[in-house]
């Protein structure tokens, strides 16, 4: 079953400088792809962008392609992990 899940948050002293955490896609116990938040400074999200961790590296903001919600840049990494899973 592929899934997101919230990166853990940062605890302890780090905690104080962190700034937004992004999303893991999950299949089947394991991590394949990332959706990372774009920081304009420590605190202010810009945008999103994914990137996936196994198979074929590929990251959307090479290409240029960064989304405005969270959403959009989850489900876009959904479809392209889908796609890449069945060819």
Request: glycine share 10%; hydrophobic share 35%.
């Amino acid at each position: 079953m592929i899934t997101f899940r919230k990166e853990p948050k940062v605890t302890g002293l780090a905690s104080v400088g962190a700034g937004p955490q992004g999303y893991d896609l999950v299949d089947d116990g394991e991590i394949t792809a990332k959706v990372a938040p774009i920081i304009k400074d420590r605190f202010t999200v810009t945008g999103w962008y994914f990137y996936m961790t196994s198979g074929a590296f590929y990251n959307s903001l090479g290409d240029g392609f960064t989304f405005f919600d969270v959403k959009d840049a989850k489900s876009s990494c959904k479809k392209y992990y889908v796609s890449r899973k069945s060819s």
